[in-house]
């Protein structure tokens, strides 16, 4: 069965730094990755998903992350954080196998920018 | 361009009492569509999926029922709610490609 970890539960950085978000996931074969983000009381965004090719994917809002096999990862990267980035964060993959249980989400990270 | 309704936004019932929460998808057809369920400092809990009418299967056996009237409706029910159903409920949609496309939720206070 497929499986994500998002091992940091929270994440603080100041306003302009750097930003890596860390997933890691576990399927048998090629994954779909995604990323979300949900601001406090909304639903979930896509910010950019992984099927095939280029392992390094554009997304909105200024966010990449690249797609590592030999370290089974999808980390989410952004250069510089900007106060309205805070929110939380969850990765997902999904089977290619077209069932409709599709997505499996990690627990989330949240994150707090300061000033 | 495909939308995706919620409501309520927010709700708060007492125990004992039922509960409804509606999501309609338009723009598609045969859409598949999930339930979630958010608790608090707790990730998302996929409760029931739908791939079509009156088709429904359930993740987690618990005090919710979901129904699929219509393509594009999904109902999100109990009988009695319980303390323990507190949370944020989200609705999604999803098609031959995977990735979903989410609600923007309901948070449910049982008091």
């Known amino acids: 069965a497929q499986s994500v970890t998002q091992p940091d539960i929270h994440i603080t950085v100041s306003e302009g730094a750097s930003l890596e978000l860390r997933c890691n996931y576990s399927?048998?074969?090629?994954?779909?990755l995604f990323w979300y983000v949900q601001s406090p009381g909304q639903g979930l965004q896509l910010l950019l998903k992984y099927f095939s090719g280029d392992t390094l994917v554009q997304g909105i809002k200024g966010f990449e992350a690249e797609f590592k096999r030999s370290q089974s990862s999808f980390n989410l990267r952004k250069p510089s954080v900007h106060w309205s980035d805070a929110a939380e964060y969850f990765c997902a993959v999904a089977s290619a196998s077209g069932s409709a249980r599709q997505l499996t989400f990690g627990s989330g990270t949240q994150l707090t920018v300061l000033p | 361009s495909q939308t995706i309704h919620q409501w309520p936004a927010t709700l708060v019932q007492p125990v004992g009492s039922p509960l409804s929460l509606e999501c309609t998808v338009e723009?598609?057809?045969?859409?598949?569509l999930y339930w979630y369920r958010q608790a608090a400092g707790r990730g998302l809990q996929l409760l029931f999926y739908s791939v079509g009418i009156g088709q429904i299967s359930s993740e987690v056996p618990q005090n919710l029922s979901a129904s699929r009237p219509q393509d594009r409706q999904f109902i999100l029910s109990s009988k009695k709610l319980l303390l323990s159903d507190s949370g944020f409920y989200l609705c999604?949609?999803?098609?031959?490609?995977?990735?979903?496309?989410f609600g923007s939720g309901t948070r449910l206070t049982v008091v």
């Open positions: 999604a949609w999803g098609q031959q490609g995977p990735g979903y496309t």
């Open positions: 399927y048998g074969a090629t994954p779909y």
């Open positions: 723009g598609t057809s045969n859409p598949n």
